[in-house]
């Protein structure tokens, strides 16, 4: 019998650090399902690419922000991997989808911040909560942080702080998940020029400049710097790596 593939479940991967992450996963030999929010075509192509990689892949549609949406979703993901593969377990959840947010503190609106909270970390909460039945023991997951829990910039109080929250949350996964022998972990990207938040860091000179700066390495990051870390942690050589929070900046404001 042909042995199955590993499974990662990556959401928001049509784009971006997402899409990234998806491929480098894949090009390590992962099978891999994706959500995205709005761009099925964007999600269709990331599946093609994979495919022509020989793993399997597959898309699907969710809101993050909205937790209503979940229990129809796991039921949806659990039902095409038992036809797929026999078993409707997955071995790895990345929680990546996400939205920026540049406000400075005293422009901030409730429903800004309720909206980044939803998908931050009430949305990250709940998704790895219904998931846990579904995760294999000896799996793993990795929650998507930012700089911006070490680094404070102006305008980024509320995106900032739901990523610490999330970090603190990943804590606790490792913890209460150890018994099962799956280990949670977090990596923090430095300011990456993707269309993220409108492209601000990929499209301004200014930032970009200011930015490459500070970075001990020179540039700003791409997203070909950050997908191959989550494959490493979507992986059994990084087994014994639990609990962490990994900054992948290129050492910037250090």
């Known amino acids: 019998m042909e042995k199955r593939s590993k499974i990662a479940l990556i959401t928001g991967g049509s784009r971006g650090l997402g899409k990234n992450m998806a491929l480098a996963v894949a090009k390590n030999g ?131 702080s739901m990523k610490a929250a999330v970090e603190t949350l990943t804590r606790y996964l490792a913890k209460e998940l150890g018994s099962r022998k799956i280990r949670a972990n977090v990596i923090a990207p430095g300011a990456i020029a993707t269309d993220f938040g409108g492209g601000r860091v990929r499209d301004n000179e200014e930032i970009n400049a200011q930015i490459a700066s500070v970075t001990a390495l020179g540039r700003v990051g791409l997203p070909d710097d950050i997908g191959g870390v989550v494959a490493f942690l979507c992986s059994d050589e990084a087994f014994w790596v639990n609990a962490q929070r990994i900054e992948v900046s290129g050492g910037q404001a250090i």
């Open 30 to 160: 992962l099978d891999v399902l994706i959500t995205y929010n709005a761009n099925q075509q964007a999600a269709d192509e990331v599946v093609a690419e994979i495919k022509s990689m020989g793993q399997n892949a597959a898309a699907f549609q969710l809101d993050t922000s909205d937790i209503s949406n979940f229990a129809a979703f796991v039921s949806t993901i659990s039902a095409y991997l038992l036809e797929e593969t026999g078993s409707s377990k997955i071995d790895y959840l990345v929680n990546n989808a996400g939205t920026a947010l540049y406000a400075p503190v005293s422009d901030t609106t409730p429903e800004q911040m309720d909206a980044i909270f939803n998908i931050h970390f009430k949305g990250v909460f709940f998704l790895t909560q219904q998931l846990l039945p579904l995760i294999n023991d000896g799996g793993g997951i990795v929650n998507i942080s930012s700089g911006l829990t070490r680094i404070a910039m102006p305008g980024s109080s509320v995106y900032g």
